[in-house]
Each structure stands twice: as structure tokens, then as C-alpha cells.
């Protein structure tokens, strides 16, 4: 296979520039710095609503934002990273909330949605595709990734410290206890705990 054609030095300069300025405007504190990044981040996301009662806190990290696409009202605190690299895609309804250090990571080719008025807390980490390891003979990092998806639908609450692994579907009104690690899909309003992540109730 061909490896792709480098890109020339001027496209290089101008990409880490951008970079560059993307980096600074993510860090500058207050309201000068809420202002700056939603007329940044405006520009340069696939997609983006209006921010309304919405914040985005220093430390915001996005990775191929022409794949990300965000409603109205986004709260996102500190220190957040969205990446849709690789073909990844990443799509946030309206109302949606982050708490500080979360990894919304769609993946090589991999899709993440997410409905509205859901949200994630601290250090939640969402990744929709994983490493092919299948092969011992060959290092896992050279047998690529398998795309897959992540859905949270409407009304989702992921508590501290969880993992959403490539394939999890959390339906309407789905609670997930802190510190669970969950695949599969979940049933309306359920109440998931655990690692494996279990249904342990539903809500009333």
C-alpha cells in the first residue's frame, strides 16, 4: 500500500498554527475566555449551537473538529478532550453536560452520539472503537482498530469515573452508578452498577 503523500510545508506551518492558536485560546481564563473559544471553536467545529446557559472551561481539546458537532447549551468543565480523528465521528445534541477530564474518543472510523440533556461526570472516558489484537504473532499496534459506536440517548446521566466501551447503547433515562464499566445496551431508565456493568435497578 502507497503511504499517504506528505503534506507541504507550507500546509504543515499553517496546521501548526492553528494548533497553536487553538492551544491558547483553550487556556485563557474567565469570561474573556468563554467568549474566545465559542468564537473560536464556532469556526473550526462541523457544528455548533448556541451557547445560551452554556459554558466551556479552560483545557477544552478538540481533535479533528470538522467531525464534531455540538447543539445548544453545551457545558463542558475543565480540561475536556473530544476526538474524532481517523475518520471518528462525534455528535452532541442539545443540553449536554461534562463534567472536568472527560475523553469523549470516537476512534479510527468510530461514531459517538449523544441526546439531549444527557451528561457525563469527572474522568469519564467514552472510546467507540478498539484495538484488533487477534493475531499474537504481530505487536497489537500494528493490526489496526475496529470502528464502533457509542450511543447515549436522551436524559443519560454517566456518573464519575465510568467507562463506555465500543458498542454500549444506553437508552432513554439510563443511570450509570460511579466508577462502572459498561458495554452492551441498556434498557430505558435503567440503573446499571459494576464492572461488568449490570442492571441493579430501574428508575421510578
Same mark, same amino acid.
Given at each position: =500500500?502507497?503511504?499517504?503523500?506528505?503534506?507541504?510545508?507550507? !500546509?504543515?506551518?499553517?496546521? @501548526?498554527?492553528?494548533?497553536l492558536l487553538d492551544g491558547f485560546v483553550a487556556m485563557v481564563p474567565g469570561r474573556t475566555g468563554q467568549l474566545l473559544r465559542y468564537r473560536r471553536?464556532?469556526?473550526?467545529?462541523?457544528?455548533?449551537?448556541? =451557547?445560551?446557559?452554556? !459554558?466551556m472551561h479552560p483545557g477544552i481539546h478538540f481533535d479533528a473538529p470538522e467531525n464534531i458537532s455540538i447543539g445548544d447549551n453545551f457545558i463542558c468543565l475543565a480540561n475536556c478532550r473530544?476526538?474524532? @480523528?481517523s475518520g471518528g465521528t462525534i @455528535?452532541?445534541?442539545?443540553?449536554?453536560?461534562?463534567a472536568s477530564n472527560v475523553v469523549i474518543d470516537a476512534g479510527e472510523s468510530g461514531v459517538i452520539r449523544i441526546g439531549n440533556g444527557s451528561g457525563v461526570a469527572h474522568n469519564g472516558v467514552l472510546r467507540a472503537s478498539g484495538h484488533i489484537h487477534a493475531d499474537a504473532s504481530r505487536p497489537f499496534k500494528s493490526q489496526g482498530h475496529k470502528p464502533g459506536s457509542?450511543? =447515549?440517548?436522551d436524559d443519560v446521566w454517566v456518573a464519575a469515573n465510568c467507562i463506555l466501551l465500543p458498542g454500549t447503547h444506553l437508552e432513554k433515562g439510563v443511570i450509570v452508578a460511579s466508577g462502572s464499566v459498561v458495554g452492551g445496551r441498556i434498557p430505558a431508565y435503567s440503573v446499571v452498577a459494576g464492572n461488568p456493568g449490570r442492571v441493579i435497578s430501574r428508575r421510578a
Open positions: =500500500m502507497t503511504p499517504p503523500k506528505r503534506p507541504g510545508l507550507a !500546509a504543515r506551518l499553517r496546521n @501548526e498554527l492553528t494548533l471553536f464556532s469556526r473550526r467545529l462541523k457544528r455548533f449551537g448556541r =451557547m445560551g446557559y452554556g !459554558a473530544l476526538s474524532a @480523528e @455528535e452532541l445534541a442539545d443540553d449536554v453536560s461534562f457509542i450511543v =447515549m440517548e
